[in-house]
């Protein structure tokens, strides 16, 4: 078992992501969705405080007591990952409807449907790379000043982690929350070809049932959707998670699409509004909970609810314009680099204010990740604002970085 603090493998225990971290949350219409872009700054900053929690208190935080029953320090923070593979589905099928309403034939798995696949997969890695590599540089650096060891073997177990390997059981991670990544991945290459060939029965029938089939059997075979290093049969459990939990993002925006335009009745936004807040407010409790790991399949469905009618766009807030604030939009901006870059600042603060108390030491992490994350989304920008030069065999590296990231998950 090797603690996340020393910038390796996450605590199994650990079931967190992020952000990372999602980005360019727009629906078929091509707008953006500031309320999804919020809800990606509040889910990131509720992984990085778990994490927090993770380091300092073993999980173990207690912040007040309600009648007898204890509210924890996001004991269960872990589920906000839940919500980032829910987007990532959610987008790819709306990348995907795109392309069935432009009249684009599905391709055959001979005539480029492999093709199309791995294209739409080097698009989002095009988008996060900037980021995931200046954090994997930097990681070196933060664990020489705070004497970890630096040997040979470090940097050769975590070549494949460069390429988002490590959830094939290649190697170790240099920051070892970017799991979620990895899986992220690796459930696109199955989960797009299929919602592709068969969009309509994916998203309304199959995703569904094969949702509901894989969570159900991880939260009876393992006892709960974390703990990411469960072996599950033939791959890690994150691995299915992903899948199963993208898919069902593909039936939310399916969804999603179809209640989009067709509300007229204020009562019925009202409805639509009270609905997302009381599944927010829901998972909340949970995740600030001392509950038992089982119940997060309870979590994942009430913020499958929530995503599905935020991007709706059906609410009272977003038809009265609450978000169309470009400050929504900076803030879901921002999150991906701070979830990327979280490591380094949970290994620097306590060793450099190891005298300070454990709460001084959550301020400082989180201060600082927050910064070092716009720094990071700015310059990456003003990069792409100026061109990165053409260098010969890095093509991977160039994205156009003007977009931040919100190229990661923007409809192609």
């Not at 967190?16 to 509040?42: C, D, M, Q, W, Y």
């Not at 509210?71 to 990532?88: I, K, P």
């Not at 009876?220 to 791959?235: A, H, Q």
């Not at 716009?374 to 160039?398: D, F, N, Q, W, Y």
């Amino acid at each position: 078992m090797t603690n996340e603090k020393d910038g390796e493998t996450a605590h199994p225990a650990e079931g967190a992501a992020s952000p990372t971290v999602t980005t360019g949350t727009t629906g078929t219409a091509g707008k953006r969705n500031n309320g999804i872009e919020l809800l990606r700054f509040l889910f990131t900053t509720i992984i990085i405080l778990f994490h927090i929690n993770l380091d300092l208190w073993d999980r173990k935080k207690t912040i007040a007591l309600v009648r007898g029953i204890p509210v924890t320090f996001f004991r269960h923070g872990n589920m906000g990952v839940e919500f980032f593979f829910l987007v990532t589905g959610y987008l790819m099928a709306a990348s995907i409807y795109k392309k069935i309403r432009a009249g684009k034939e599905t391709p055959g798995l001979r005539t480029g449907l492999v093709r199309e696949t791995m294209q739409f997969i080097e698009h989002k890695a095009k988008a996060i790379l900037p980021y995931y590599l200046t954090a994997c540089a930097l990681t070196p650096l933060v664990r020489f000043l705070t004497g970890r060891s630096l040997g040979a073997s470090y940097f050769v177990k975590r070549l494949p982690s460069l390429l988002f390997l490590q959830r094939m059981g290649l190697g170790k991670p240099f920051i070892g929350c970017t799991w979620y990544l990895s899986s992220l991945f690796i459930a696109m290459f199955f989960v797009y070809p299929l919602c592709r060939r068969f969009y309509r029965a994916y998203t309304r029938i199959f995703a569904p049932l094969l949702c509901a089939a894989l969570l159900g059997a991880i939260i009876v075979l393992t006892g709960s959707l974390g703990d990411i290093e469960d072996w599950f049969f033939f791959t890690y459990k994150t691995n299915i998670r992903a899948f199963a939990e993208m898919s069902m993002g593909a039936t939310a925006f399916e969804l999603s699409r179809l209640i989009r335009g067709r509300v007229r009745s204020v009562y019925v936004r009202a409805l639509i509004t009270l609905s997302a807040l009381a599944g927010l407010a829901l998972t909340g409790v949970y995740m600030c909970s001392s509950a038992d790991e089982r119940y997060g399949i309870l979590c994942f469905y009430l913020l499958f609810l929530v995503v599905t009618l935020v991007f709706s766009g059906e609410g009272l807030l977003c038809h009265a314009g609450v978000f169309r604030s470009p400050f929504f939009a900076w803030l879901g901006a921002v999150s991906l680099p701070m979830y990327v870059s979280q490591t380094l600042l949970r290994m620097l603060v306590p060793c450099c204010f190891e005298k300070s108390g454990q709460w001084t030491q959550c301020f400082l992490i989180y201060a600082g990740v927050l910064l070092l994350g716009i720094v990071m989304h700015t310059a990456v920008t003003r990069a792409g604002e100026r061109g990165l030069p053409k260098i010969p065999g890095l093509s991977l590296l160039r994205v156009r970085a003007s977009k931040g990231p919100d190229a990661f998950f923007r409809s192609r």
